[in-house]
């Protein structure tokens, strides 16, 4: 299946602004849903943004207003803008993509968000 690699993920200030990124190795087309989750420590993986055909977008709660989460097909990647983080945003961060005709269903590997003083 199509392999995903995030990135941009590391250490910041509460307040502060991050933006991650995932790059998958086959071609995402529009029918494609691709979204972001997270982990904290002593929790389950939850979803934090999702975006579908057409670009209609979902959020959660915790996170609509601050986060932002687009595709680039053309460039096969899905991004995530993070704004005035918090420190409950910590945690392991990951990219799934679901394919619409073959309903393959990826993810990635995670990358680590922490945001502390």
């Known amino acids: 299946q199509v392999q995903l690699v995030e990135s941009g993920g590391g250490l910041v200030q509460p307040g502060g602004s991050l933006r991650l990124s995932c790059a998958a190795s086959?071609?995402?087309?529009?029918?494609?849903?691709v979204g972001w989750y997270r982990q904290a420590p002593g929790k389950q993986r939850e979803l934090v943004a999702v975006?579908?055909?057409?670009?209609?977008?979902n959020y959660a709660d915790s996170v609509k207003g601050r986060f932002t989460i687009s595709r680039d097909d053309a460039e096969n990647t899905v991004n995530l803008q993070m704004s005035s983080l918090k420190p409950e945003d910590t945690g392991v961060y990951y990219c799934?993509?679901?394919?619409?005709?073959?309903?393959?269903?990826?993810w990635g590997q995670g990358t680590q968000v922490t945001v502390s003083s």
């Open positions: 799934r993509l679901q394919q619409y005709w073959t309903r393959g269903d990826s």
């Open positions: 086959g071609n995402i087309i529009n029918l494609d849903t």
């Open positions: 975006i579908i055909s057409g670009g209609t977008t």
